[in-house]
């Protein structure tokens, strides 16, 4: 196995075996270059080629006298996917509360609009009655007036005058009275109105305030919690060259808390196909570290797994 042992050599591996010192560094390699490293449970020739056999390798600068050379930076990778597991998990738990207190607050906010309107058109129309209202006893009490006039009217031209100008008030009332039934009428319907939009609003108000409680809560409750992976995960990052950690990065980016994948009876653990007996080898030996050709994934070897 080719070994590149210091993070200088970058621009001349350009031979197919050559390991890899960063990210753009990143190609394929052929599975079938030799390993004569039987594992006693691959009985299988080395070097079978199948449709997903192409895999990625990378390498950083390490020390030579580590053996299994990639096996630290498998057991922090490990560790770190464990983190943000969890971490995934506290986000998944907030779940869509945020968004549904946006959406419930939205609602509220046009419901006390269309409320607050409604009760100032429900003001206006009562200051309207009340005018119109005072204008009729007023307009009541002239014609009452004129009506004990004609009582005492001198001419029939004074009579007629005043008969005539009781038509006009009486004419005026009605007027005003068929606009206050035109006014009650629309207050009756505003007062329906307002009253359910009243009930949608109390209910929506005690939604969203249970909603923001939840929320509190939550962020209450794992902001412990989060900031205790958040510093053990720094101080996790801290111990991988920048290379790993970028590809760690990128892949957590992707699959959000499983950045790694165990390799198991010859699977991926992450997208369920199938590995090269060769590079299942490969992987267990550690000797590089390996990406998933389909799914892009760290690949792990369940006996790391288990012993780490
Ligand atoms: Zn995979």
Do not use: W
Request: with cysteine; hydrophobic share 30%.
């Amino acid at each position: 196995m080719t070994e590149i042992k210091n993070n200088e050599i970058s621009d001349e591996n350009s031979a197919s075996e050559n390991a890899f010192k960063n990210e753009g560094d990143i190609h394929s390699q052929d599975i079938n270059s030799s390993n004569s490293d039987h594992s006693p449970d691959s009985e299988e020739p080395a070097g079978e080629e199948s449709g997903a056999s192409v895999f990625f390798t990378f390498e950083a600068a390490e020390d030579e006298s580590e053996i299994p050379k990639k096996t630290g930076i498998l057991k922090i990778f490990l560790e770190l996917r464990e983190i943000d597991e969890e971490l995934a998990d506290i986000e998944e738990e907030k779940g869509d509360l945020p968004s549904e207190i946006r959406t419930i607050r939205s609602k509220v906010e046009r419901l006390s609009g269309s409320l607050s309107a409604e009760k100032e058109r429900f003001t206006n129309l009562t200051d309207e009655k009340n005018s119109l209202e005072d204008e009729n006893s007023s307009y009541e009490e002239k014609i009452n007036k004129y009506d004990e006039q004609k009582f005492n009217v001198r001419s029939n031209t004074e009579y007629d005058e005043i008969t005539k100008a009781i038509e006009s008030l009486f004419v005026i009332v009605e007027k005003n009275e068929k606009k206050i039934k035109e006014i009650i009428k629309e207050i009756e319907g505003l007062n329906i109105d307002s009253h359910s939009r009243e009930t949608d609003l109390t209910e929506l108000s005690g939604e969203l305030s249970e909603k923001e409680k939840q929320l509190n809560e939550l962020n209450e409750q794992y902001l412990q919690d989060e900031s205790a992976l958040l510093e053990k995960r720094n101080d996790l990052i801290s111990k991988l060259a920048p290379e790993f950690v970028t590809l760690y990065e990128k892949i957590n980016g992707s699959y959000n808390g499983e950045a790694t994948a165990i390799v198991r009876n010859g699977n991926c653990s992450g997208c369920y196909n199938s590995i090269p007996p060769q590079r299942v080898i490969e992987i267990k030996t550690a000797e590089n570290i390996y990406t998933c050709q389909s799914c892009g994934r760290i690949l792990i070897s369940e006996e790391l797994q288990s012993n780490g």
